[in-house]
Every structure is written in structure tokens, then in C-alpha cells.
């Protein structure tokens, strides 16, 4: 009884009271930055200065933990691959693990350590172990925020220590969020952990503990990534999902690790108080069955490449919903799943909401020349479909 009166007395202490939704007035009143996200209409619920061009600490980590996971994705990389720790990274200071020169440590450990307590020598054995060189890495950090669209962002390394020019925006590192999150949904099996251990078969286990605290204390927070360093104070990018909805906050230039988890839970708060996620496609849903003469059967099934739902305000009631599908007049055969055959408008109230595209269930070959002319004579002299 008396650990749990702890528990709770240590949450209140450092979080304050923030378990009641606040006011959008009130949010983030004391960090220089912030912006919140719902992830998958990638609507702005609410924004302070979230262009603002600052210092990211260790919330630059998400970007390596993209890169890894997208290499063990493609095969380029695996989680049992040996890394040989190099001088350079074991050199790294701030937090870490401690890794020592030429010491072996499998991919899944030193992820875990930077997912878990944010390792400057873990991120940077791994940049170095796929891209040869720490300066290779960070190009292709650079590469990727490009690509993702975060214009206001630029890396010189990948652990987020200080250095001239390493800069970014609240906004920016939502959509760095938002991408990690989408595309590998399995980050959060490290980032949602309090607790866990590396070195475990040796003489000297090593404990890590989660720098993100609101994954104990507030329902649904399962990740991402803190920072804090003295030029760049205290910053957060979490995430959490309840029920359908997932939300995204940043809070950027806090004071206290204290105020930075304080605003950074009302905003999620407020996100899951004030709005709501109403489904309504899924994604690879079936939607239309199109005619054509030159594909295989004449005919092919079309579905969705990503979901549709529709973000309202707590209690707001939807409006006249309507779908348009407008589907491309030439293809290329064969069509294979993934390409783009056409484009679902769905509207609301005669606005357009959402515009996705469409493909093919499954793969579309073009009809033989036989098949062909015996359709077409049906149609001359039978009038057959």
C-alpha cells in the first residue's frame, strides 16, 4: 500500500493535475513550441510557434530508429546482426550504455537501448554498422527529411547532440512521428517499455528505464522519443492510442522535464476530450469493379490504398456523406497491386474531406488477342456481353 501512495504521489509530483481536459487557451503555456496531430487525417487539433526553427536534443533519435527499421524491413539489416562498436561511437558521451571499442552487441540490443534510454553510442554504432561512416548517416537522415517533407530540419549527427546548424521544428518532428509510427507500428513494442535489459548473459546486465515517463502514467502513450539538452531544454514527441484514434504532440523548449510531460499530457488530453474518429474506409476495402476489354476476364475488382475517417468535434453529428470514383481511362498491363488505377473522393456535406488513391486486389493481365476478337464478334453478331 504505502509503494502504491509512492506511485501516486510521485505522478501528481511530477505531472501536476493533468488528467482533467484542458482548455486549448491553456496548452503549453510553457514550452517555447508545440503542436498536436491526430495521425491518420494528419489534422493539426492545435499549434504553438510549431514553426519555430530549434534545438531537437535526442527527439532527433526517431529519424535513426526509421532508418534501422526500415533497413530490417528491406533485409539490408537484421535484428540478431552482430555490430562492432568503432572508437568513434563508443566515444560518445551524454547518455549512454557504456559501449566499449570492438565490443559485439546484436542490432536488437543497441535499438532497444536507443528506443529505451535514448543510447548516444547505441544510435551511433547502428548509423555507422548500415551506412559505414557516421557523416554517411547523417546524409541519409538529411535525405529522408527531405523526402518526408520537413523543410525546416537539418541534422549533423544522429544523437541529437549539440552541434552548429542541427535544427528542426515542432511540426517537422510530427511528421517524423507520424511516419514512424505508420510505417513501422512495431517501434512501439520497444518505446511502449519501462524497463528492460541489455548485456543480460553477461557479468554486467544493464539496466535501461524509459526516459519517457508518461508511458506509466497516461492512458494509451506508448512512444516515441524525449530530449533535453541545455541549449535545446526539455522536448517530447509522444504518441497514444485509444480505441481508433492515434494522436501525436510535440512540446519543444520546456523549462523542467516536469513541465515538459505536464504539457505534453494535456495535450493528449485535450485531443482525445475535444474530438473524435469516426471510420468509414478501411484500408485494401473493395470498392468498385471495373470494365475494361483489354484486361483478362474484362473486368477487375478495385480497393482502397489507405483508410478514410472522418475527425469531429466530441458530439458533432456527420453531415451528408458521399464517395465519387473516378477511374483512369488507359492502363499498363499487367497491373499489379499497388499500382495507381484511379482516385476515391469522398465528401461531405458536398466538400470534398479526403482523396485517396485506388488499385487492384490482385494482378490484372492483359487478354489474349483471341480472346479479344471472340468478345468483340459475340458483340457484332450476338450482341453478347
Not at 571499442?101 to 543497441?110: Q, W
Not at 541529437?160 to 542541427?166: D, I, S
Not at 483478362?296 to 466530441?314: C, E, H, K, M, W
Not at 483512369?328 to 484511379?342: A, H, L, R, S, Y
Amino acid at each position: 500500500m504505502r509503494k502504491l501512495q509512492s506511485i501516486i504521489l510521485s505522478a501528481v509530483l511530477i505531472f501536476g493535475v493533468f488528467f482533467m481536459p484542458a482548455r486549448a487557451e491553456e496548452l503549453a503555456e510553457n514550452s517555447l513550441s508545440a503542436v498536436l496531430i491526430e495521425v491518420e487525417t494528419g489534422r493539426v487539433l492545435y499549434e504553438k510557434n510549431m514553426h519555430d526553427v530549434l534545438e531537437p536534443a535526442s527527439m532527433t533519435k526517431m529519424m535513426p530508429m526509421y532508418l534501422i527499421l526500415e533497413a530490417i524491413s528491406e533485409g539490408r539489416m537484421s535484428w540478431d546482426q552482430e555490430v562492432t562498436v568503432t572508437e568513434h561511437a563508443a566515444s560518445r558521451g551524454g547518455t549512454q550504455i557504456y559501449l566499449e571499442e570492438n565490443e559485439r552487441m546484436n542490432v536488437k540490443d543497441l535499438f532497444a537501448s536507443v528506443a529505451i534510454a535514448s543510447a548516444n553510442d547505441s544510435v551511433t554504432a547502428l548509423g555507422e554498422a548500415l551506412s559505414g561512416t557516421e557523416e554517411a548517416f547523417v546524409a541519409l537522415m538529411n535525405e529522408r527529411a527531405a523526402e518526408f517533407g520537413m523543410e525546416n530540419t537539418v541534422f549533423k549527427n544522429p544523437s541529437g547532440l549539440p552541434a552548429e546548424g542541427h535544427v528542426t521544428t515542432a511540426y517537422d518532428m510530427a511528421i517524423l512521428a507520424k511516419r514512424l509510427i505508420v510505417d513501422f507500428p512495431e517501434v512501439t513494442e520497444f518505446t511502449s517499455l519501462y524497463e528492460d535489459y541489455v548485456r543480460q548473459d553477461s557479468d554486467d546486465p544493464f539496466w535501461l528505464v524509459n526516459t519517457n515517463k508518461l508511458i506509466r502514467y497516461v492512458e494509451g502513450v506508448d512512444g516515441l522519443k524525449t530530449g533535453s539538452t541545455d541549449a535545446a531544454g526539455y522536448c517530447l514527441a509522444a504518441t497514444a492510442l485509444r480505441g481508433e484514434m492515434r494522436v501525436v504532440a510535440v512540446v519543444m523548449g520546456a523549462d523542467r522535464s516536469e513541465t515538459r510531460n505536464r504539457e505534453v499530457a494535456r495535450l493528449i488530453e485535450y485531443a482525445f476530450a475535444a474530438y473524435e474518429l469516426h471510420p468509414r474506409i478501411e484500408l485494401n476495402e473493395y470498392v468498385h469493379t471495373h470494365n475494361n476489354i483489354l484486361a483478362q476476364g474484362r473486368q477487375f475488382d478495385v480497393v482502397t490504398t489507405a483508410p478514410i475517417s472522418l475527425l469531429l468535434n466530441s458530439g458533432e453529428q456527420v453531415g451528408e456523406e458521399a464517395n465519387e470514383i473516378i477511374m483512369f481511362t488507359e492502363f499498363d498491363f499487367p497491373i499489379e497491386p499497388g499500382d495507381v488505377v484511379g482516385r476515391l473522393i469522398y465528401s461531405v456535406d458536398g466538400v470534398v474531406n479526403q482523396e485517396i488513391d485506388l488499385t487492384v486486389a490482385e494482378t490484372v493481365e492483359r487478354t489474349s488477342f483471341i480472346a479479344l476478337w471472340s468478345h468483340m464478334l459475340g458483340q457484332l453478331f450476338f450482341g453478347g456481353h
